[in-house]
């Protein structure tokens, strides 16, 4: 819960067609897509396994600001408070990708267990992330968004790919702006991938986290960034 209680979420309620996206070789793409709690838990095993990942990522303490006990209740409570969108690896494709593939994504038509094809989560997830109202009632068109990535899959490329596809989602969520209340400065690699995308340095926190040191000895108070970016072309 946040600082103004529990946010209802402010988008239409509308399920987005599933993407696909292409990464810049061309020799891989993946498909994104759109869910809800209720459309999640219809997909056999899934639910449990972005829990599992996602309470791994807690307890390192060196991403996400929670602590202590996480199990699945908590998990759907936080991240399914609101929309989520889930990337599948593609099977490879025989025939080659358009040739506007890497800028513009494509709709699909295959549902997702289509995508997966039989392949365990393990397998063929490659990343999610919720979009949620960042503040209630009158500021409730900025939004939020929270990233995972499972461990085996970091370092792809896959990161970059959800980020693009949560600015290509989050406007047509009718969300106006988003904010990213937490990216601490040891995070790098987020950092410079949201200045990639054209997000500004709202402002640093001191010591906003108290996290664990990489090398497992101890933790550490380490600041975080604040960031920020419009998604209309002109700002009141």
């Known amino acids: 819960m946040s600082a103004y ?72 409570g936080y991240f399914f408070a609101a929309d989520v969108f889930v990337a599948i690896l593609d099977v490879k494709e025989e025939s080659a990708p358009p040739s506007d593939a890497i800028s513009e994504p494509s709709e699909s038509s295959l549902a997702l267990l289509d995508t997966a094809r039989g392949r365990t989560w393990e397998e063929c997830v490659m990343g999610y992330y919720y979009i949620k109202p960042n503040y209630p009632g009158r500021s409730s068109h900025i939004c939020n968004a929270g990233f995972v990535v499972p461990p085996a899959q970091r370092g792809r490329g896959f990161g970059s790919v959800l980020a693009k596809s949560y600015v290509h989602y989050a406007p047509k969520l009718a969300y106006q702006a988003s904010v990213f209340n937490l990216v601490y400065v040891n995070n790098t690699a987020s950092i410079k991938l949201w200045e990639r995308l054209g997000f500004t340095k709202a402002g640093r926190i001191p010591r906003a986290g108290r996290l664990k040191r990489k090398d497992g000895d101890g933790e550490e108070y380490l600041d975080a960034w604040v960031f920020y970016k419009s998604f209309i072309d002109t700002e009141v």
């Open 5 to 76: 209680g529990a946010i209802p979420a402010w988008s239409s309620g509308k399920v987005l067609p599933p993407t696909k996206w292409y990464f810049s070789s061309k020799e891989s793409s993946v498909t994104i897509y759109h869910l809800t709690l209720q459309t999640a838990r219809a997909i056999p095993g899934l639910i449990e396994y972005l829990s599992s990942v996602f309470v791994t990522e807690v307890e390192t303490g060196l991403t996400y600001p929670q602590e202590g006990p996480y199990d699945q209740a908590a998990f759907e």
